[in-house]
């Protein structure tokens, strides 16, 4: 899994717009959109909130990920994250 894919799915699951993601993160709508066509990566500042909203609708129990992806969503978000061949 990727960035992309990821905001998209937990977009998904909160029943979430680009429009209502960017506006819970602080940033514009069409940052959102570059992030989730891949057009570019989160800066440092843009991948600490997208770790603290994603941390606080896990802890609030509004989003459950499944395992394969929860387990590696901090490091998808940091950009680190390598799929296994």
Do not use: C, H
Not at 23 to 40: D, M, Y
Not at 45 to 58: G, N, P, S, T
Request: charged residues 25%; glycine residues 6%.
């Amino acid at each position: 899994m990727n960035l992309p894919k990821l905001l998209k799915e937990v977009r998904k699951q909160l029943s979430l717009s680009q429009e209502d993601l960017a506006r819970k993160l602080g940033i514009s709508f069409a940052t959102v959109n570059r992030w989730e066509s891949g057009k570019v990566r989160p800066s440092k500042l843009a991948k600490a909130q997208l770790k603290a909203f994603y941390e606080e609708m896990v802890d609030s129990g509004k989003l459950v990920l499944p395992v394969g992806i929860a387990d590696n969503a901090y490091a998808i978000i940091q950009g680190v994250y390598k799929e296994q061949t």
